[in-house]
């Protein structure tokens, strides 16, 4: 199936400065949740600004379902009502005085009829949870529901693909965690999600796929159970494997769960794993020790 976004060969560099992107490639498949993993500077928010055509690569191209991409004033605003972005700092996105005023902006822009824009803003706020904030003033709010607002504005443009550049940063643990439940659920409605991180348990718990990026350009895709379990590979892009991970590979060295098979996603899939009669570890039915 043709990818609903892909990057060919980019490359990108600020004015006096060494490329941003170097080499770029990067294939966005529809329906799927993609994690762009790597460390601070490694290009990922230059990437996003890329594929949303806000700025245009000094070399390769980046195609939309195929068709090479329209930098006209026409083509721009095509491009962005199928690909929303959603930026790191909501304050750089949010200027209107009222939620709901600043959530409409999008699909006013996409020159929608007056009642489709108030059902687009009302679908929105109710999929992000936060109707009842609809007449606040979204300066005065939390840094998470602050989130949601910015990404309420892009939902409401109905997307199909959206682009969240470090969607938890700055969240706290329950903020996040309910974005991650938000953003499941978006997943589910079938829209293309792709997110940065430096985060590999953000990428663990959401992605289908993940890149994994070095300087400025693409170390290895694929899915993401097999890109997270390596530690190789994660070492190569300035990462190691979460603590789940780690855990379930030291379980298999010492015979505790069996070896292959995929990667647990989470604590519960590791102890099942651990467990796989589902007996309750009382103390009356202890885990085999591990050889001394
Ligand atoms: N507006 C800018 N002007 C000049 N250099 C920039 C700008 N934005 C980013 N860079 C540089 O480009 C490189 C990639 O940055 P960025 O895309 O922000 O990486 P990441 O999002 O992975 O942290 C870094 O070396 C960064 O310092
Ligand atoms: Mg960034």
Redesign the pocket.
């Known amino acids: 199936m043709t990818p609903i976004l892909s990057a060919h060969q980019l490359v990108f ?6 490329p ?2 170097n080499d770029l490639s990067l294939t966005i498949s529809s329906g799927r949740k993609l994690a ?1 993993l ?12 890329h594929l949303n055509g806000s700025l245009r690569p000094q070399r390769g191209t980046v195609l939309l379902a195929g068709q090479t991409a329209d930098y006209s004033r026409r083509g721009l605003n095509h491009w962005r009502s199928r690909v929303a972005l959603v930026l ?1 700092d909501p304050d750089d996105q949010i200027f209107a005085t009222s939620v709901a005023e600043d959530v409409s902006f999008g699909p006013l822009n996409q020159g929608l009829s007056p009642a489709t824009v108030g059902s687009r803003v009302e679908n929105a706020l109710k999929a992000m949870g936060i109707a009842d904030l609809a007449m606040r003033s979204p300066h005065l709010l939390s840094g998470g529901q602050k989130k949601r607002v910015a990404i309420a504005g892009a939902v409401a443009m109905e997307p199909e693909v959206l682009l969240l ?2 969607p938890t940063a700055g969240l706290d643990r329950e903020g996040a965690d309910q974005l991650i439940a938000v953003l499941q659920q978006l997943g589910q409605r079938g829209m293309t999600l792709v997110f ?1 991180t ?1 985060d590999i348990e953000l990428a663990q718990s959401l992605a289908d796929d993940v890149a994994l ?1 070095r300087d ?1 350009s693409v170390l290895a895709q694929g899915r993401a159970e097999v890109m997270l379990s390596d530690p190789d590979l994660l070492a190569r892009a300035g990462l190691r494997p979460s603590v789940l991970v780690e855990v379930w590979r030291a379980a298999q060295a010492r015979g505790l769960c069996p070896t292959g098979g995929e990667m647990p996603r989470n604590a519960d899939a590791l102890l099942a794993l651990l467990n796989p009669s589902g007996t309750s570890n009382d103390g009356s039915n202890p885990l085999p020790a591990a050889q001394a």
């Open positions: 560099a600020y004015a006096g400065e060494s941003a992107l762009i790597g460390p601070n500077g490694a290009g990922k928010s230059t990437l996003f600004l790191q550049d470090e940065s430096h990026f400025g």
